[in-house]
């Protein structure tokens, strides 16, 4: 499965919109792009999961351009309880093997 | 649904000594993970079930470690012998299909070992 690059750390404050990019260069055309977010002490929940262009639910966005190399959340207006680690991943529907999570984006979101 | 449980929540045990984690998947799930959490190595995926039969036991770190699942509403990670290097948050995660990739997580086994 293809390895996925994020960055380790963000800093944003409350209101602000929050953009973390993946990239995922080897992703094949089985794999789908998966985020999931981490509060400490919790095992990691789902957040959103695309295949291609944009996704969006209530809770954040998951923008993929054409060549899929890459995929950015999108966390609109954030508050200081979405300071977590977010984990992306590259996952394949016809096995759930090999599945890693990887370090993760910790953000941090301040007053 | 009361979502996935695990137990014990906390765990402290000595060097040597047996441990066996605890889970109940979400009613209805056909898939089950056990994943284990260090600071070192990150979140690991262990061994997944698929209807109660183990499909991929790759990540299992060594022969001391087994996990099974002997019905739909229970599964066990036993490590015997424990060993210092296995204190990890210990999750178990469910999922109704793998089309879905969405894994309902529990809320963790942190293990201690002395």
């Known amino acids: 499965l293809a390895k996925t690059t994020q960055p380790i750390s963000m800093d944003s404050y409350e209101g602000q919109e929050v953009n973390i990019t993946c990239s995922h260069n080897?992703?094949?055309?089985?794999?789908?792009i998966t985020w999931y977010q981490q509060f400490p002490s919790q095992g990691p929940r789902f957040i959103i999961q695309g295949y291609k262009t944009k996704v969006t639910n209530e809770v954040a966005s998951l923008f993929i351009p054409a060549d899929r190399k890459s995929s950015t959340l999108s966390l609109p207006r954030v508050s200081l309880s979405d300071t977590a680690v977010y984990y992306c991943?590259?996952?394949?529907?016809?096995?759930?093997?090999?599945?890693?999570f990887g370090s993760g984006t910790r953000l941090s979101i301040r007053p | 649904d009361a979502g996935v449980i695990q137990s014990p929540r906390h765990e402290v045990t000595e060097m040597g000594q047996e441990v066996t984690l605890r889970c109940k998947p979400i009613s209805g799930h056909d898939y089950l993970f056990w994943y284990r959490q260090t600071m070192m190595r990150g979140l690991e995926l262990l061994i997944y079930?698929?209807?109660?039969?183990?499909?991929?036991d790759s990540g299992m770190p060594e022969d001391r470690f087994s996990a099974k699942m002997p019905n739909a509403s229970f599964s066990t990670l036993k490590i015997q012998p424990s060993e210092p290097r296995d204190s990890a948050v210990y999750f178990c995660?469910?999922?109704?299909?793998?089309?879905?990739?969405?894994?309902?997580f529990g809320p963790g086994t942190r293990l201690t070992v002395l």
């Open positions: 080897n992703i094949a055309t089985n794999d789908y």
């Open positions: 079930f698929n209807n109660n039969v183990p499909i991929d």
């Open positions: 991943l590259v996952l394949r529907r016809s096995s759930a093997s090999k599945i890693i």
């Open positions: 995660a469910s999922s109704l299909d793998w089309t879905a990739n969405e894994q309902f």
